[in-house]
């Protein structure tokens, strides 16, 4: 079975910082899709990153972009020029194969990040 | 596109109750998944559907809960008999053959 973890409950960074989300997974595919998706209050689920794993440049949104180490089966989230909307949960999804071509997904527990202005 | 639209976004049951959550997927989503969320935790992935068929439902209680899409209409998360313990945020997500999923705005499901 998958497992992601994220080893950090909650961080707290001043705005215009730069803040680092840590992701680990466990699988034994070798090609695969790796997301981050941010919560904020409105509880919306919002897509903010996606990386293919048979990539190998790390992917990378404007201010967001991972450091993807395949080998460590490593998966953080940078968040530079921090801003107040980026307050929110941020998760970590590993897809698994349900078997009906598409895929549902294994989601890490959160960080909750904190912008102080 | 209206997005993936759940309802209602807020439901309130007594115990021993049923609770019906409604997900209608974006145009041309063949796709639909079920997740639940307790507080404080991460996204638990429920039930996969495809139109009429149950995909997989390894992570379905197997007791009082069901899942269905039909060929008409929204995908519907029934939940029998309700308890305390299924008070929790569900979250409704659907995709194409491609694979990205995208969300709705979840139900809250309180059990009183």
């Known amino acids: 079975a998958q497992t992601v973890t994220q080893s950090q409950p909650e961080m707290s960074v001043q705005e215009a910082e730069t803040v680092t989300l840590s992701c680990t997974y466990d699988t034994s595919e070798n090609n695969y899709y790796l997301f981050w998706y941010k919560q904020p209050p409105s509880r919306q689920m919002i897509l903010v990153i996606r990386q293919e794993a048979y990539k190998q440049q790390n992917a990378t949104e404007n201010r967001f972009s991972v450091n993807f180490q395949k080998a460590a089966k490593s998966f953080s989230l940078k968040i530079s020029d921090s801003q107040l909307g980026d307050t929110a949960m941020y998760f970590c999804a590993f897809p698994f194969d349900s078997g009906g071509g598409a895929d549902g997904l294994t989601f890490g527990k959160g960080t909750h990040l904190i912008i102080q202005p | 596109n209206a997005g993936v639209m759940q309802n209602p976004r807020h439901l309130v049951r007594r115990r021993g109750q049923e609770a019906r959550l409604r997900c209608s997927p974006m145009?041309?989503?063949?796709?639909v998944y079920w997740y639940r969320q307790l507080p404080e935790e991460g996204l638990k992935f429920m039930v996969y559907?495809?139109?009429?068929?149950?995909?997989?439902e390894s992570g379905m209680p197997k007791e009082r809960f069901s899942a269905e899409f039909p060929k008409e209409g929204p995908s519907i998360l029934r939940i029998q008999q309700v308890v305390r313990g299924d008070s929790a945020a569900y979250f409704c997500?659907?995709?194409?053959?491609?694979?990205?999923?995208?969300f709705g705005q979840g139900t809250r499901l309180t059990v009183v």
């Open positions: 997500a659907s995709s194409d053959i491609q694979g990205e999923a995208f």
């Open positions: 145009k041309g989503h063949s796709h």
């Open positions: 559907l495809q139109k009429e068929n149950i995909i997989d």
